[in-house]
């Protein structure tokens, strides 16, 4: 079965600082990858993905996450941060089904 | 695109009151997705229909929780009866997932936020 693991529950950060946001997954199979955020009091977002290809993706806000196949993984990076990317940050991961299962999430407080 | 519509946006109600939470899918997407969100387990999804069949209800906490899917643009979440523990966001999502499409991301609504006192 899958299962997503986020490593930090709580992150707080300085304007300008850079962030790494780690994500593991357990799936024996071809996965896709997802980010998704989620800002104060809105739904969610997709943010980045993976299918296939370049490990490194890039996605919207200056965001980028890097597939490490033989480390399981899904880090999410921004090389500095502002305080409107304050929110709440997922990883998901999908496999052989269209069954996406989410870890449990990381929030990000940016203070200027 | 009006995107994926909840209803209602809030909701309170009393301990063993049923309640029902809606959704309309994004018109064309044919995989539904009901989550649970709570600050003690992110994120946990309940059930998914793909043309309007359930796939999987592993995730359905118990028997007083159903969903169900009568038409392409229309699911409901019902909990009968409800209680404290129940209190959490729902959120719908839609896709056009399939076996043959899988990388196609979810889309979400807004969310109901229910509160069960």
């Known amino acids: 079965a899958q299962s997503v693991s986020q490593h930090n529950h709580h992150v707080i950060l300085s304007e300008a600082a850079s962030l790494e946001l780690g994500c593991n997954y357990s799936?024996?199979?071809?996965?896709?990858l997802f980010w998704y955020v989620q800002y104060p009091g809105q739904h969610l977002q997709l943010l980045l993905k993976?299918?296939?290809?370049?490990?490194l993706v890039k996605g919207i806000k200056g965001f980028e996450a890097e597939f490490i196949k033989s480390k399981f993984s899904f880090n999410l990076r921004k090389p500095s941060v502002q305080w409107s990317d304050t929110a709440e940050y997922f990883c998901?991961?999908?496999?052989?089904?269209?069954?996406?299962?989410f870890g449990t999430g990381t929030r990000l407080q940016v203070f200027p | 695109d009006a995107g994926v519509i909840q209803s209602p946006r809030h909701e309170v109600t009393e301990m063993g009151q049923e309640v029902t939470l809606r959704c309309k899918p994004i018109?064309?997407?044919?995989?539904l997705f009901w989550y649970r969100q709570t600050m003690m387990r992110g994120l946990e999804l309940l059930i998914y229909?793909?043309?309007?069949?359930?796939?999987?209800d592993s995730g359905m906490p118990e028997d007083r929780f159903s969903a169900k899917m009568p038409n392409a643009s229309f699911s409901t979440l019902k909990i009968q009866p409800s209680e404290p523990r129940d209190s959490a966001v729902y959120f719908c999502?839609?896709?056009?997932?399939?076996?043959?499409?899988?990388?196609?991301?979810?889309?979400f609504g807004n969310g109901t936020r229910l509160t069960v006192t």
């Open positions: 993976y299918f296939s290809g370049d490990p």
């Open positions: 018109s064309g997407h044919n995989s």
């Open positions: 998901a991961v999908k496999g052989h089904t269209d069954k996406l299962i």
């Open positions: 799936y024996g199979g071809t996965v896709n």
């Open positions: 999502a839609s896709s056009t997932g399939s076996h043959l499409l899988l990388n196609s991301p979810l889309h």
């Open positions: 229909f793909n043309n309007n069949v359930p796939i999987d």
